[in-house]
């Protein structure tokens, strides 16, 4: 099957297309055609086996060892979803030769950019694999990024680059959470596998699908998500026309819709998707009736679209999902038909603000010909596509037109009021959006403005005609309806996408649905005079920026916490850790027996072999507090070597001459080189701590040091053999010596000692060379430098000249 | 004091053997080690004898060149691994100990130290570079900063030439911290590495007295981790009679020593992990032992850096591996809660401290610590795919950090200033050099795991490790802190592609070759790891064979024993 080597078309056209732009212009949107032109007729090519049942299949592995593999599998679903992206992708692509100016900044990225999305759109919707469909929707994110702040000068488009981008691939890690819970419950990563034999019952499935569907919510701008979508607009308006009504927010819709045979069934699934599908649909409804920008009216009326869409799609009933495509298709046609639409008026005129606009119908009749064609199919006119979803969708609710329904009737009853609700909110945006951008306004003074020409127009014209053509034949749209809704039981007569039902009470409420529309247009004046009575809700943009606000302090004070740079606080927490972790553990295995205090096996605890270990004892404690509790450098020095040669008293108490000779001495240099470095400091420590950080730290140290001396007691009265030692002593005797100490040393390891004393040897050498360093090796001294330095100078050589 | 007499019955002492023959060890499969330290050794003795003039380019294809010879050496020792063929008994395909079991070389081994070697060379790359006459090191770190006499030797242009040395024998520690198969062993490892970064950290040319800061405070806390560490060996010792990794494995198997009442000594075990841990954590930087990284990553020369966030993390990481996978690897459940939590603070903490921070080395310092908590959650799964998982995603890591690194060389506040630091500083990168940007959005992409690029597989490896091992909770936390590490990582590509300017805007140094090759190597490895990383995950997850035929051997884990 060829549709690798089409995602790989794309990829190729894409890094081709920014050297061609300098050559031609704008018309490399004519190029950045053909990509997904093809992949839109080859899907048309394969469309009457896909919608016979037969799912167009090919697999490329790409890593094997984490099974992610790039399987496709193109079925009805997925059909429906690739003429979206790929045939009204190829439409605007073609619409953007016109639309862009030959000077435009960036063009050949743009134009790069917008076939890339063009690629990982059709990605996402033919992959059967989650990982891959996981990094297709990525890809989709950090281009839509690219594309919507593609004008990089403006704070604005950067911002809401950056907001989008954050809020769809922010949502889109839980997300793979989701996925990868799934596959590890499922027993595989390949959705149609899961889809068909879904893991049931499992405890972690529900939180698996609540992950997804964030992810999916938040691509689609599903209320309390949605604040990006209006963001969004700021992009050029082909991008918006693409990403936001056939392309990017269809995304999540997809998924939803992909996963919903095998799971809609599941709770929380449907209670998600309808709750938020509902309040998206009247929230974004009800904000479309008030906006002046025709942009924003249309970005708020996709936001309500998608919430009915999503709402659809994860209904899991034959007659939502047969309604699920109509609409699918209506909304990808008729949105982009008025999103081309505002191009073009915005393109002649150099506004879209209903209060500038007027008379531009009687200037561009055609334009407003076919605006007023995809408007009469957003608001669900007959004989248009959009009526014929809308039926489907209404039907899906009614009590008793479902005969496999699964919903309660309670909640379908609430939900066909709420879709009915926000389809009369459409009915009056749509009617708005008419009046809005075509007609005379007598308070506006009218504008004059260039005729566009033709081929610029041709886009939006066709796209709508396309609606109506689908909505007059809707058997042509059926199939790929009922190939998709195949997947859920229907236990009676399987429902059709039809202009005529028969007198059927769907028929009833979309007469309803059009006369509450059109008495709430009518009533415009009253219904923004209630808009703006009732106080603002609370707006979802904001509560963005209160998030990464929030993320911002709490970072803030954590930093100022963790982020101190003082040594002794690092040092503090390490000691804490260790007296948290295994200090812990060494308590609890006192207190509960595990270790017992050593004193059990003949080893008593005894205080003292001779009380003038009592007295050493004491001088080191003494010595040791009065170190802490000294505020001037020199005198604390004097005490902690005071401590030392205490520690050096103790092993000549304990026989050991030798190593208190060494402690001794080593106590001596380190002293007096202590001294010559305190010279060149204050007298008195500069810090300290007060206070109740004063008692953390005596507490700590405290803790720490008893710590360290209890396991010490412990371990050395642990022993489970006699130690070796005491086999050296025969073997001293026997090589004729006495001290055992000098016998290992000289003899029995006498190769040790050799090497121990090669490398004292290299250790003295390389000091020594050091030390002369500065004599050797010193440049030409200048002047000597003012008052300070030469006072360190001073000191340095007298230092000096006292160690060698 | 031991009462030293012949009382004791003769069977009970344990007599000291007198080792008659020495040792056998195996220099073939040493070698790698053997001609870096080999190197280094030399190298001391170039800086002796060899005159000053020609010292810096003797000293740079000696050190070149050994780590090249060694890396050779060992893609010849994986060539020479048996293959795992059906049939074959684990012990087959597993590696070889040496030098009385102190020195394993196995499969993880191998390639750890390959890649280690790789990431040191790319980094001396950035260490040899020089602009201008000026390299990133200061001309006499003994001199005090400021002073006289400090520019008369910048003047004089004097060099460390001792840096390659240092580098040397810091490299033989990585090569064998990996590689140690018992405590010993492993703490001579772990100086021999970490004692020439603490001078090393101290070099850098500008802002000095920062430089210093940054190796006092590292020697100091890393000094008292290693006592710990220590210590944590002697209680495990106490409790295993051994420091041999395969006997600790044993002994906690059959239940270590009777030391105590009641005939345990788990106490001493748990204690002893817990110690351990906390030195090979702090190498890792694991919070609560991450303190050092951000002040020592952004006072130390920029290529050292670049050096301690990929080869040493990578070494250690590696010994922790082998530690709790294989020494601890049957007391799993005593340590998995602990790391759980060291996990999950890693993982929240750093990813929110890292928001906030403003210059660049300090904000890679603590994304360097959120990805040491992504790699344990591959540790606390604590099974042959995780350890795969971890591997590859360190080697990812490792080569993404050094190419942001050496973007970090580049970018100066003026023309022949310092690095520019403050990341507002880096404004408009993307319109004057969109190269170089390009290349470093492509490594923060990375570092966010954005499908791809390595980061996303190595993710996805280690995530999905932990996840069959049931520490779901831990994958999660961990896809939430990457939304949090992702969220500041696109804030740099906004602000190089999308913001205006302060001023002139950041003066960007032309690449030289040797900077130039660094970066593009790490595009490169960024991309292929991400886009095929099929070649690299076949030799690391564990072959099949071995597997299905003994699951409960004790090569499961691909370490040899």
Request: proline share 6%; net charge neutral.
């Amino acid at each position: 099957m060829l549709l690798p080597f089409l995602l790989a078309l794309h990829a190729v056209v894409a890094a081709l297309l920014p050297p061609l732009a300098r050559v031609l212009g704008t018309r490399v949107f004519v190029v950045a055609c053909l990509p997904p032109a093809l992949t839109a007729l080859w899907v048309l090519a394969h469309a009457p086996d896909v919608v016979a049942g037969q799912p167009v299949t090919s697999a490329v592995t790409w890593v094997p060892a984490l099974d992610i593999n790039l399987e496709f599998r193109v079925d009805a679903l997925t059909l429906a979803m690739v003429l979206l992206v790929s045939g009204v992708g190829a439409v605007i692509f073609g619409y953007c030769a016109r639309y862009f100016h030959t000077g435009e900044r960036g063009l050949g990225r743009l134009s790069a950019v917008l076939v890339l999305f063009a690629g990982a759109m059709l990605g996402v919707v033919s992959t059967d694999n989650l990982f891959a469909l996981y990094v297709f929707w990525e890809l989709t994110s950090i281009t839509s990024f690219l594309l919507i702040g593609h004008d990089d000068r403006k704070e604005h488009a950067r911002r809401a680059a950056l907001q989008s981008l954050v809020t769809t691939a922010g949502f889109g890690l839980p997300m793979l959470v989701g996925f990868i819970l799934l596959g590890q419950i499922g027993g595989s990563f390949r959705i149609s596998t899961l889809v068909a034999d879904p893991p049931v019952g499992d405890p972690l499935l529900p939180v698996a699908l609540v992950l997804v569907l964030a992810g999916a919510f938040a691509k689609s701008a599903q209320v309390p998500l949605h604040y990006w979508l209006p963001g969004a607009m700021i992009a050029p308006t082909p991008v918006s026309a693409y990403l936001h009504a056939a392309a990017m927010v269809k995304g999540g819709v997809y998924l939803v819709a992909r996963l919903a045979p095998g799971f809609a069934e599941v709770d929380p699934w449907r209670a998600l998707v309808l709750t938020f599908g509902m309040a998206t649909m009247v929230v974004g409804g009800w904000r479309a009736l008030r906006q002046d920008d025709l942009k924003l009216l249309l970005a708020y009326g996709t936001v309500s679209q998608l919430g009915f869409l999503t709402l659809l799609a994860g209904t899991g009933t034959q007659v939502a999902a047969t309604a699920t495509i109509g609409v699918l298709l209506a909304h990808g046609f008729f949105k982009s038909a008025l999103f081309l639409t505002v191009g073009v008026i915005d393109h002649q005129t150099g506004t879209r603000s209903i209060a500038a606009l007027s008379g531009i119908g009687r200037r561009m009749p055609v334009v407003a010909g076919a605006a007023t064609l995809a408007a009469a199919s957003m608001a669900g006119l007959p004989p248009l596509l959009g009526f014929v979803g809308k039926e489907a969708a209404l039907e899906a609710y009614l009590p008793g037109g479902d005969p496999a329904t699964a919903l309660p009737s309670g909640a379908a009853a609430v939900v066909l009021v709420g879709v009915v609700l926000a389809s009369v909110l459409t009915v009056g945006y749509s009617a708005r959006f008419v009046w809005g951008a075509f007609s005379t306004k007598d308070t506006v003074a009218e504008r004059r403005v260039p005729r566009p020409a033709a081929a610029f127009v041709a886009a939006p014209v066709s796209l709508a005609v396309l609606s109506l053509a689908a909505g007059v034949l809707p058997f042509a749209v059926d199939p790929v309806a009922q190939g998709y809704a195949a997947a859920f039981d229907t236990s009676g007569e399987p429902y059709h996408l039809a202009l005529w039902h028969g007198l059927t009470p769907a028929l009833g409420l979309s007469a309803l649905v059009l006369v509450a529309g059109a008495l709430l247009f009518h009533r415009r004046v009253t219904v923004a005079r209630v808009q703006q009575a009732l106080s603002r809700w609370p707006d979802a943009d904001r509560g963005y920026h209160g998030v990464v606000h929030a993320i911002y302090v709490v970072a803030l004070r954590v930093t100022r916490l963790l982020q101190s740079g003082s040594l002794p606080v690092y040092l503090g927490v390490i000691l804490a850790t260790l007296l948290a972790l295994p200090g812990a553990r060494l308590v609890m295995a006192l207190a509960s027996g595990d270790v017992a205090p050593p004193g059990a096996g003949g080893n008593e605890l005894r205080f003292w072999n001779t009380p003038l270990e009592g007295v050493v004892a004491l001088l080191i404690v003494v010595t040791a507090v009065a170190t802490v509790r000294e505020h001037r450098r020199f005198p604390a020095l004097i005490l902690v070597s005071a401590m030392g040669f205490g520690v050096a008293g103790l092993f000549v108490l304990y026989g050991a001459p030798d190593l208190a000779l060494t402690l001794v001495l080593v106590e001596t240099l380190t002293t007096i080189i202590l001294v010559f470095v305190l010279r060149r400091l204050p007298a008195t420590f500069g810090t300290r701590p007060d206070g109740w950080a004063k008692r953390l730290t005596v507490l700590l140290c405290a803790a720490a040091g008893t710590f360290i001396a209890v396991s010490l007691w412990l371990m050395t009265a642990a022993r489970t053999d006699p130690p070796v030692s005491l086999g050296y002593t025969s073997l001293a005797r026997e090589a004729g010596g006495d001290n055992l100490v000098n016998m290992i040393l000289a003899d029995f390891r006498a190769l040790d000692t050799f090497g121990e004393v090669v490398v004292l040897a290299t250790a003295a050498v390389a000091v020594t060379s050091l030390v002369l360093l500065r004599r050797s090796r010193v440049v030409e001294e200048t002047d000597p430098g003012p008052d300070e330095t030469e006072e360190e100078r001073a000191g340095a050589r007298t230092g000096e000249g006292e160690r060698t | 004091m031991i009462p030293l007499t012949d009382s004791v019955p003769a069977a009970a002492i344990a007599s000291p053997v007198i080792t008659e023959e020495p040792p056998s060890i195996d220099y073939a499969v040493l070698s790698p080690m053997l001609v870096v330290f080999a190197a280094g050794v030399v190298a001391v003795l170039i800086e002796a004898f060899a005159p000053a003039a020609r010292r810096h380019s003797i000293q740079l294809g000696l050190a070149l060149a050994s780590v090249l010879g060694a890396f050779v050496l060992t893609v010849l020792q994986v060539g020479a691994m048996p293959d795992a063929e059906a049939g074959m008994a684990p012990e087959e395909v597993a590696g070889v100990t040496t030098a009385m079991n102190s020195v394993a070389i196995d499969r993880p081994t191998l390639f750890l130290q390959g890649t280690i070697l790789v990431l040191s060379f790319i980094s001396l790359l950035l260490v040899a570079e020089r602009r201008s006459g000026e390299s990133a090191f200061a001309a006499q770190a003994a001199t005090v900063p400021g002073s006289e006499e400090e520019r008369s030797h910048v003047l004089a242009g004097s060099r460390h030439t001792e840096v390659y040395p240092l580098v040397l024998f810091a490299l033989l520690g990585m090569l064998l911290f990996p590689a140690a198969n018992d405590f010993l062993t492993m703490f001579v490892a772990l100086e021999v590495m970490s004692l020439p970064l603490y001078l090393l950290c101290g070099l850098a040319r500008r802002r000095r007295l920062f430089s210093q800061e940054a190796a006092v405070k590292y020697f100091l806390l890393g000094a008292f981790s290693s006592a710990f560490f220590l210590f944590g060996i002697a209680l495990v010792y106490g409790y295993a009679g051994s420091v041999n990794f395969a006997d600790i494995h044993e002994a906690i198997e059959t239940g270590g020593s009777t030391l105590f009442v009641g005939g345990t000594a788990t106490p001493l075990l748990l204690v002893g992990i817990a110690m351990i841990a906390v030195g090979l954590l702090f190498k890792v930087g694991a919070v609560p032992f991450h303190n050092w990284k951000p002040d020592v990553y952004q006072g130390a020369p920029t290529p050292i850096t670049a050096l301690m966030a990929s080869g040493v993390l990578v070494a250690a990481f590696g010994a922790m591996l082998r530690v709790f996978l294989m020494a601890f690897g049957a007391a799993v459940a005593d340590w998995r809660p602990m790391l759980w939590v060291v996990a999950i603070l890693t993982m929240v903490l750093a990813a929110v401290v890292a928001v906030t921070q403003r210059d660049i080395k300090r904000l890679l310092a603590y994304s360097s610590v959120v990805h040491a908590g992504f790699v344990l959650t591959a540790v606390v799964a604590a099974t042959p795919e995780g350890l795969a998982g971890a591997l590859f995603y360190l080697a990812a890591y490792g080569f993404t950090t050094i190419g942001a690194f050496a973007v970090i060389t580049l970018v100066r506040t003026h023309e022949n200033g310092p690095e520019a630091a403050d990341i507002s500083q880096w404004a408009g990168l993307g319109r004057t050099s969109p190269l170089l940007a390009g290349a470093l959005a492509l490594f923060l992409l990375a570092f966010a795991g954005i499908p791809l690029t390595s980061g996303f597989i190595g993710k996805f490896a280690v995530f999905q490790a932990a996840v069959a091992a049931g520490a779901t909770p831990l994958v999660v936390v961990g896809v939430l802190a990457s939304a949090v590490t992702a969220f500041f990582y696109v804030r740099i590509i906004v602000l190089m592609y999308f913001a205006e300017p302060e001023g002139a805007g950041p003066s960007v140094i032309r690449a030289g070759t040797l900077t130039g090759s660094v970066i593009g190597l790490g595009v490169a490895a960024t991309l292929l790891l991400g886009v095929y990383p099929t070649p690299v995950l076949d030799t690391l997850l564990p072959q099949p064979v071995e597997a299905a035929l003994e699951p409960g051997m004790a090569t499961e884990d691909g370490f040899t024993r």
